[in-house]
């Protein structure tokens, strides 16, 4: 069943092309790739199906409903996540203090609502579930600003979990690990992979070889392939060009 469908996207910067007719769709409960290089317009894309930018024409539907133009937090609350290339945290709060403040339950008590977490067992229970997921469950207690950068990445991933989303988008959630990072990041995706509908832009092929059911390939702001990570290994154009060259 397809949960979220870009259809016939198109967006222009002044006299720039940034997406033309791009057509999308995201299978519920897979783990779906979009690949190209630099400046191809994957980021752009995902602005435009998380609500940051709205698309000069085409439609971006959500289990069937039209989402296009709304904005980022009323696409947020219909089930969207994302994390983004620059790390959003709070960095004065712990680990835990972090999840927690994310968790619906927290956000719907308003004013000064983190203080009162601690007090409710179940918010407590809520907040440890989601640590537990990306392996951060013995680091709770402690700032986000001591992390190393691979928990910070994790982190930032279990903050997205807190809403409780049925999508996640990862935006190059790799950028800036070294081979060890990514092997636990790895790690963790496939732990999250078939609990909810994932999409993640990644310069990684290797990484995202790995773990997809299906990828995008964007250039020029195009679609210009589709399909298994064994079926675009075999394309001509991927296999020519450095995005197919694979460790």
Request: net charge neutral; charged share 25%; aromatic share 6%.
């Amino acid at each position: 069943m397809t949960l979220l469908e870009a259809r016939d996207l198109h967006l222009r910067f002044g006299d720039r092309v940034v997406l033309e007719n791009v057509s999308l769709s995201f299978e519920a409960g897979r783990l779906s790739g979009i690949m190209g290089p630099n400046g191809a317009g994957k980021t752009t894309c995902f602005n435009v199906l998380t609500g940051r930018y709205k698309p000069d024409r085409g439609r971006v539907l959500l289990d069937g409903r039209d989402i296009t133009g709304r904005s980022p937090q009323a696409i947020a609350r219909l089930g969207v996540a994302r994390s983004f290339q620059i790390m959003t945290l709070f960095d004065e709060f712990s680990v835990f203090e972090n999840v927690a403040v994310a968790l619906p339950r927290t956000r719907a008590r308003g004013h000064d609502a983190l203080s009162q977490a601690y007090a409710d067992h179940t918010l407590v229970d809520e907040a440890y579930d989601v640590l537990d997921k990306v392996g951060l469950t013995d680091r709770a207690d402690e700032p986000a600003k001591s992390l190393p950068y691979g928990a910070r990445r994790a982190l930032e991933i279990g903050v997205a979990l807190a809403s409780r989303p049925k999508l996640l988008f990862l935006d190059e959630p790799t950028a800036g690990l070294g081979s060890d990072g990514r092997a636990r990041l790895a790690d963790l995706v496939r732990r999250l992979k078939g609990l909810l509908t994932i999409v993640i832009i990644e310069h990684d092929m290797e990484f995202l070889f790995a773990l997809a059911d299906d990828i995008s390939v964007i250039h020029w702001g195009q679609v210009i392939a589709r399909g298994s990570p064994a079926e675009l290994k075999a394309n001509p154009w991927v296999e020519s060009s450095n995005l197919g060259r694979l460790n």
